[in-house]
């Protein structure tokens, strides 16, 4: 036992908002009505007010004869140019904002506005504090210093970046640049083939890397929202490919990219579809069992798979589940939720309705605005304000890569974050039968992301808590992805674990024991134990009846 505290995220907005926020979404006309919330408070109470501003006017007087009031956090590096200490025009101009931004949430903090109108005040007082930062405007010294070594070039390359975005990018700059990835010439690019299509979903089963192999095959379930290639990036990052060179047998679900024709698509129709998934991945390796892992929305539905297993009497299907930050148990605290009432809920299913599907460019736009600084005004600084291109980063291709929801499973997942059904037995029905999770006795293994900002890590262990039988959990030292994409020898990497799992998330924390490396081994050696005998490597890929019908990867990822 020892004293340590759960890191907290840099960037403020990153515990702000979540996966719901996400398929939820954040209307304008709540944002504006916080905002005219806080406006009515500064008219109602203006001796209040005036008292703040005198003591911001106080402080900038002091800022302005070079008293520095305001320290930086030297993890933020907006800042970290040393221009903006040692220049006293940079170094007045942001100790003005930083004491602009603390003034501002002691007026909201002292204010006589309810709780909640408090927590939503201070959410759009941190994207507001963010968007006004003096790092996004033209006298970022960094901008400066380009706009000299390139002869000014960079204002005109940063105007033509800005008018492509605002063209073919809905005004959002880009992240990554994409000229320098493609799926199946540098990405998804381990070799083999689909075995077996229907109308949902491809599934591709993976050539040998080993001399033996286990019995038990595997089926990896990607989330709907993004595409499967996060688990076979690069070959340094690839997952599917550490799992082949350690003797397991890979079969990857990949999921059609729905459109308007597939509206009535929903939970029961994912289940039904990786059900039949998983029968052809038994009947190919002629084993009566598989193990199943499922990431994010994946780890949902191989959840409901397995209830709807249970509920036929059929569960002994499974021999083993894996869960990658998924939720199960859809409670999480929020300030963004205080936006989202019973109007808000049936606004959003009736525009996913009428559209026939949820756009994945929405959600990735919420996405962003969950870590503004990092996602959003850092490419604003460097594609608008330095002129350069984003960045190549495979990651980013694949995060920006995005999928749409049918409007049927859109609704599904707005009920399931408004009733949390998982945790009551009964109360979600997935193809005509109730699931029951605590009857769901298969061994687990679920991994989650101390620093996640889209399934918190808390509420990951909580949903592990709800599952049957034998349950591991493991806490990544890293993010959303970086907790899934985490291979050995990444120096970086370590996790914390604690056999008793308790009801209390923080009591598991203080007594788990931290190792250093990947969590990867740890699994696979779980994994290897409940994936059979040992045999010798058969070569061929797919049976009589389901025979190699297209090389990896596929049709589906391919489709926009």
Same mark, same amino acid.
């Given at each position: ?239 599917? &490919? ?5 003797? =397991? ?6 999921? $059609?990219? *729905?459109? +308007?024709? /597939? ?125 350069? &291109? ?5 990651? =980013? ?6 999928? $749409?929801? *049918?409007? +049927?499973? /859109? ?146 990822? /391919?489709?926009?």
């Amino acid at each position: 036992m020892r004293d340590k505290s759960v890191p907290t995220p840099v960037t403020p907005p990153a515990n702000k908002m979540n996966a719901q926020n996400a398929v939820m979404g954040l209307r304008g006309r709540d944002v504006l009505s916080t905002v005219r919330t806080l406006a009515m408070q500064g008219l109602r109470r203006p001796v209040y007010s005036a008292k703040h501003a005198l003591a911001l006017g106080g402080q900038l007087g002091r800022v302005l004869i070079g008293d520095t009031l305001h320290k930086t956090n030297p993890n933020d590096a907006r800042f970290a140019d040393p221009t903006w200490q040692l220049n006293p025009f940079y170094r007045r101009s942001l100790q003005a904002y930083l004491a602009w931004q603390q003034q501002l949430n002691r007026w909201i903090e002292e204010s006589d506005l309810p709780a909640d109108d408090r927590t939503r005040a201070r959410f759009i007082a941190t994207l507001l504090g963010d968007a006004l930062a003096p790092s996004n405007s033209l006298l970022n010294p960094l901008a400066i210093k380009e706009l000299l070594n390139s002869g000014g070039t960079s204002i005109f390359k940063g105007m033509r970046h800005l008018y492509d975005d605002l063209l073919h990018n809905s005004g959002m700059p880009r992240q990554v640049n994409k000229t320098a990835f493609e799926v199946g010439r540098n990405l998804a690019t381990t070799p083999g083939s689909v075995v077996f299509r229907n109308e949902m979903l491809e599934l591709i089963q993976y050539k040998p890397m080993s001399e033996k192999q286990y019995a038990k095959p595997l089926v990896i379930v990607p989330p709907q929202i993004n595409k499967f290639y996060i688990f076979d990036l690069s070959p340094e990052k690839s997952f599917v &490919q550490y799992c082949l060179k350690n003797g =397991l047998q890979v079969f990857m679900v990949s999921w $059609r990219n *729905p459109d +308007a024709r /597939h509206r009535e698509w929903g939970l029961s129709s994912y289940v039904q579809a990786l059900e039949a998934a998983t029968d052809v991945a038994r009947a190919i390796t002629g084993c009566k069992e598989v193990n199943l892992i499922g990431a994010c929305a994946g780890g949902l539905t191989i959840a409901a798979l397995q209830g709807h297993l249970q509920a036929k009497r059929q569960l002994r299907k499974v021999t083993s589940a894996s869960y990658l930050v998924s939720l199960l148990d859809s409670q999480i605290e929020s300030p963004a939720m205080l936006f989202a009432d019973e109007k808000t809920l049936e606004a959003a299913k009736r525009r996913s309705y009428q559209n026939g599907v949820l756009d994945g460019r929405d959600m990735a736009r919420v996405f962003a605005w969950m870590r503004p600084n990092d996602l959003i005004w850092n490419y604003w600084v460097n594609n608008y304000l330095l002129g350069k &291109q984003p960045p190549a980063f495979d990651i =980013l291709y694949w995060n920006n890569d995005n999928t $749409r929801l *049918p409007a +049927a499973f /859109h609704g599904d997942l707005l009920d399931f974050f408004k009733h949390n059904p998982l945790t009551r037995p009964g109360a979600l029905e997935v193809c005509g039968t109730p699931i029951d999770l605590q009857k769901v006795n298969v061994d687990s293994f679920s991994v989650a992301g101390i620093n996640d900002h889209i399934t918190p890590w808390d509420v990951v262990y909580r949903s592990t808590l709800l599952l049957g039988g034998d349950r591991r959990f493991v806490l990544s030292n890293s993010g959303h992805i970086q907790s899934i994409l985490n291979p050995p020898g990444n120096p970086k990497a370590n996790f914390f674990e604690n056999a008793k799992l308790t009801s209390d998330p923080r009591a598991w924390y203080y007594d788990a024991q931290q190792h250093t490396g990947s969590w990867w081994p740890v699994w696979m050696e779980w994994i290897q134990a409940r994936s059979g005998e040992q045999r010798e490597t058969l070569l061929a890929i797919g049976n009589q009846n389901y025979p190699p019908m297209q090389a990896a990867p596929g049709t589906y990822v /391919h489709e926009v």
